[in-house]
């Protein structure tokens, strides 16, 4: 039969060592604090000794006695019981180490950013100007995600998936710093196809929770799809719609011309059909009309859609007390040999 070949490791002097000891977690520190009274427990011991001991009245010839180095052999003793109870103590403090492995697991969110990107989005009512700065603002939203799949879906006159639901945040987020305007040849808000293209990417999705956030700063013009119709196809297949209407009540200016003439544009929001769509498919209507608004927005979906994050963890601790009782106890086997060896009887100075 197969033995374990016996370890031996425990002899090693390293255990002793401070690396060693600052490793370790000790399960009862109070012992080690008690370390500290062996050594003045014999020294009051020593001091009782030489107080009290008994001496015998010999008549000794005059002259100086000669101390050698022997004399000092009659401590060896106490020297070893003392670090004997040292090491029980050390035992009693039980050294141990810990080995924690911790596994997150998360039930992810899928979620569509829509965004617009017709002609309007170039007003600067939104430095520098709205479409760079719901660019910013989705970025920051993409950052705050986790275990979530992300898609982005742009649209003007029509509607295109520009990359599909992905867990690669990198990839989205390059995605995302690509829009630019014109990017969509025919001009338009086309909301109804983009709410399609969106709807048709999550439609299969297993996740907990389907959602769609739309950036718009008008009221559909374009596509063959009505967006009430959209959103009651959203509604069908359980996705959440938040719209996020994106403009700024009043007059805006646009860049200088050739000629250098300014020109300026009346601005407003058409916020009838966004705050529908949303009431439609049970999300909610959001009104930004500068860019800290739309921040802030964003923030509020970001914890109205929070993935929840299990967090397990595993604890393996092992201890070490038993490698200071076997040194312990091969100093105690050591000491009552001494006891019975002239170590003891040495004479006294």
């Known amino acids: 039969m197969w033995q374990t070949p016996a370890d031996f490791s425990w002899l090693n002097l390293s255990w002793f060592s401070w690396q060693t000891w600052q490793s370790f977690e000790w399960a009862n520190p109070g012992f080690l604090y008690a370390l500290l009274g062996v050594p003045l427990l014999f020294l009051l011991r020593w001091l009782l000794h030489v107080r009290f001991r008994k001496k015998m009245d010999v008549a000794l010839f005059a002259g100086d006695v000669t101390w050698h180095w022997t004399s000092i052999l009659r401590y060896v003793p106490d020297v070893v019981f003392g670090l004997f109870l040292m090491l029980v103590l050390v035992a009693l403090a039980r050294p141990q180490k810990t080995d924690e492995t ?9 979620i569509v950013l829509v965004m617009d990107v017709s002609g309007s989005m170039e007003l600067t009512d939104f430095l520098p100007n709205r479409l760079e700065a719901a660019k910013e ?27 599909p639901l992905t867990t690669d945040y990198e990839m989205i987020r390059e995605s995302i710093r690509n829009i630019q305007l014109g990017m969509v040849s025919e001009d338009g808000t086309a909301i109804g196809s983009a709410l399609a293209v969106a709807i048709n990417r999550l439609r299969d999705s297993k996740a907990k929770s389907k959602v769609c956030i739309l950036i718009s700063d008008g009221e559909n013009t374009a596509g ?75 923030q509020r979906i970001n914890s109205l859609e929070k993935t929840e994050i299990k967090e397990t963890r595993y604890r393996d601790t092992k201890d070490y007390y038993q490698i200071y009782l076997r040194w312990a106890l091969v100093l105690l086997l050591l000491w009552l040999l001494l006891k019975n060896t002239f170590f003891t009887n040495a004479l006294e100075d």
């Open 137 to 163: 603002v989705a970025l920051q939203f993409v950052n705050g995600r986790v275990q979530d799949r992300i898609g982005l879906v742009v649209f003007a006159g029509r509607a295109f998936s520009l990359a």
């Open 224 to 298: 063959s799809l009505d967006p009430e119709l959209a959103a009651q196809l959203a509604h069908a297949f359980h996705l959440k719609l938040y719209t996020v209407g994106i403009g700024r009540e009043g007059t805006v200016l646009l860049e200088a011309d050739s000629t250098g003439q300014m020109a300026s544009i009346q601005t407003g929001l058409e916020e009838k059909t966004l705050r529908q769509l949303a009431s439609l498919s049970e999300g909610q209507f959001f009104r930004a009309q500068d860019a800290n608004a739309l921040s802030q927005i964003f």
């Open 102 to 110: 911790v596994e997150l697991s998360a039930e992810g969110i899928d």
